[in-house]
């Protein structure tokens, strides 16, 4: 390999994401325009190494396979292992040959990809698909034209005016990420190299036209220039056609209201950049940013500043609380069909959420265990009860999760749902513990939320059923009882046994004690912190310690 050319591998966005089996258990989303240009990490894994419960050092990868039509990666037929016959210290000292005991590493294969390296052994090594460097371009909102839109659509003190334009521009953003990355592919409106952009991140936040947003990113990364400029070509296609052009619009100003600016490198360099220089600007080349923008205190604490310097970004700290959130995978199909739901759930409801489609559908190599679901999907909508409108109690929020659980269930197929294979709904890398569960007997919806958790374990799907659905389980669970009959490697909601989340019985945050007193501590300078028995943080140099009581 050449030192001097750099390269990049599919990975996680965040700087707390592994790159072995905990990753690859869900599949592995990389940054949204990665997913959608070379497929997850599963797809790019080319051999594993491996010890199994039996002690067996082991390594095993795909040895024939076909070319299908349709696949951008051949499809595996084969896959080949090798026993480790010199156990040893040193491994130039290794001796790989055939196994003396048969081992089904097909079996073994299909499973680590998807259901995790760590359920079926120690996962040592992934010899993963590198891919050649490209220059990351993320869209960028331009302050400038911001304010000339809003000056010539309404008069400055006019907020009711300003905040239906906003609204406005809202939909006219989301209408064109539909036409951009979930329809076909289309040279003459520019999207014909959309596989080469996305996001991992929630870009229906809409077109900020708000002060306070001014220069913000919106959340889309391109892989290369070609395709950045096509991005850009097709808003300036769209634009003019837009149903949502409201009366008045000033077409050239929306036409160059963001561009497409370099990251100055791959997106493993804004991480390492961002917990050296303090603030977001950092994930621009050749930003001008003011050091007051990367200041840091105990009053404002800069997140960017958690992260030690040389290592990626990280804004994840362990949290003993899970909220009861889902994690839905939504069917493309369902986005397609534009609907006031959906409008609803991309828009406004969707929190967090992952999104890949593009070439993450073809990019299987035909043995691997994710859902029925996942690939047939765009995103996986993360939502809760701070997510949706008007939604203010647990029975109401059960409500809503199982109208949108209803209409997922439309598309699945009708052979699945007459031989009552459940596909799987949920997208695992991102799935909470204190997860919502489907019925076992009612796919369309969740079980209620204060059943007793022994009812839970008789009526509700398990969390993983949710996950990988009951066809892939039940081939994992008969793999994991061959591998590993004493179960001896267990990881948090894997295979091998059976979780239920527990009944709900309390509202978190919101419905504390009553005897609750909220504490402050001050931050003066050369004095020791004092506790207060006020909560007056208008001084601005005290911060509340929750759960204090």
């Known amino acids: 390999m050449p030192r001097e050319q750099r390269y990049q591998v599919s990975g996680g966005g965040e700087g707390a994401v592994g790159a072995g089996g905990g990753y690859t258990m869900g599949g592995g989303l990389g940054i949204g325009a990665t997913d959608r240009r070379w497929g997850i990490a599963i797809d790019q894994v080319l051999e594993m190494e491996m010890v199994l419960a039996n002690g067996q050092h082991v390594k095993f990868g795909p040895s024939e396979w076909d070319f299908v039509e349709g696949y951008i990666y051949p499809q595996t037929t084969k896959v080949t292992g090798y026993c480790n016959k010199n156990v040893h210290h040193l491994q130039e000292k290794w001796e790989w040959g055939e196994c003396d005991v048969d081992i089904n590493f097909e079996d073994l294969w299909f499973a680590a990809r998807g259901g995790g390296g760590g359920t079926w052994g120690v996962l040592i090594s992934t010899w993963m698909q590198l891919h050649k460097e490209t220059d990351g371009l993320v869209a960028y909102i331009d302050g400038d034209i911001q304010d000339a839109i809003n000056e010539a659509s309404c008069d400055s003190d006019d907020k009711a005016c300003l905040d239906e334009i906003e609204e406005i521009a809202n939909k006219m953003w989301t209408d064109f990420y539909f036409d951009f990355f979930f329809k076909p592919k289309n040279e003459t409106f520019g999207s014909d190299e959309n596989d080469k952009c996305g996001t991992d991140s929630d870009p229906f936040a809409g077109i900020p036209l708000s002060a306070e947003k001014k220069g913000l990113l919106m959340g889309v990364a391109c892989l290369e220039k070609s395709a950045a400029d096509k991005f850009i070509k097709s808003w300036k296609n769209y634009v003019p056609t837009s149903k949502y052009l409201w009366e008045g619009a000033n077409v ?123 690939r047939i999907s765009q995103l996986g909508c993360q939502f809760g009860l701070d997510s949706v409108e008007g939604v203010n109690t647990y029975e109401e929020l059960d409500a809503y999760y199982s109208k949108v659980q209803s209409k997922i269930m439309e598309f699945v197929s009708e052979d699945d749902k007459k031989n009552n294979i459940f596909p799987g709904i949920q997208e695992k890398n991102h799935v909470q513990g204190n997860t919502p569960l489907p019925l076992k007997d009612d796919w369309t919806k969740v079980c209620p939320y204060d059943l007793p958790t022994e009812e839970r374990k008789e009526k509700c799907m398990s969390v993983q059923e949710s996950i990988w659905g009951t066809e892939n389980m039940e081939r994992m669970e008969k793999i994991k009882k061959e591998l590993d009959p004493d179960n001896m490697f267990q990881v948090y909601i894997g295979i091998g046994q059976r979780d239920v989340s527990q009944q709900q019985e309390y509202k978190w945050p919101t419905q504390l004690p009553e005897n609750y007193t909220p504490v402050s501590v001050s931050y003066d300078s050369g004095a020791d912190a004092v506790v207060n028995d006020d909560d007056d943080d208008s001084s601005g140099n005290r911060r509340h310690l929750r759960g204090q009581n």
């Not at 050239?252 to 360099?269: A, E, H, V």
């Not at 960017?304 to 700290?317: C, D, E, I, R, V």
């Not at 999104?355 to 299987?364: E, F, P, R």
């Open 252 to 374: 050239d100003l929306l036409q160059k209201l963001f561009s497409m600016q370099s990251m100055g490198g791959m997106w493993g360099d804004v991480l390492l950049r961002l917990p050296l220089i303090g603030t977001d600007k950092a994930m621009l080349a050749n930003k001008t940013f003011a050091l007051s923008d990367a200041a840091d205190s105990a009053q404002n604490p800069n997140s960017f500043m958690k992260t030690p310097a040389g290592h990626a970004w990280s804004q994840k700290t362990a949290g003993a609380y899970s909220p009861y959130m889902y994690n839905l995978l939504i069917p493309t199909e369902m986005v397609l069909e534009k609907s006031d739901l959906v409008f609803d759930l991309l828009r406004k409801v969707c929190g967090s959420s992952h999104y890949w489609g593009g070439n993450a559908a073809i990019s299987s190599d035909g043995m691997d265990s994710m859902n029925k679901s996942f």
